[in-house]
């Protein structure tokens, strides 16, 4: 009896177990199976004049990004260039520090 109670027990542990873990797993997106719209509009300024600053992207608003990450980093940015992105925000230390620091999941020219 005590047998059979243990391994009923067991099978009901392990697929709570089991179940949980796929919710889990199933939660988890990665970047690059996401859609990103890539629709917000921004300008590529060169501050590279500016202490521990290069590329910048600045959006209509005059808002700045800092930009990072697979896509930006793949990406050749030329001064006053007219792109749209999408992005995610990425706290980082910045020695630029004249904008938001954040992770571009998208960029194309306009």
């Known amino acids: 009896m005590q047998l059979s109670s243990f391994t009923f027990h067991y099978k009901v542990v392990c697929t709570l177990a089991l179940g949980a873990g796929f919710v889990l797993l199933s939660a988890c997106q990665d970047d690059k199976s996401a859609d990103p719209a890539c629709s917000t509009p921004a300008t590529i300024r060169d501050l590279t004049g500016l202490d521990g600053c290069r590329f910048v992207l600045e959006?209509?608003?005059?808002?700045?990004?800092?930009?990072?990450?697979?896509?930006?980093?793949?990406?050749?940015?030329?001064?006053?260039?007219?792109?749209?992105?999408?992005?995610?925000?990425?706290?980082?230390?910045?020695?630029?520090?004249?904008g938001q620091t954040v992770k571009i999941v998208c960029i194309r020219a306009r």
Request: net charge negative; with cysteine.
């Open 59 to 98: 959006l209509s608003s005059g808002k700045r990004l800092e930009p990072a990450g697979e896509a930006w980093t793949a990406y050749t940015p030329h001064d006053g260039e007219k792109v749209y992105i999408a992005y995610t925000d990425d706290p980082r230390a910045s020695i630029c520090m004249v």
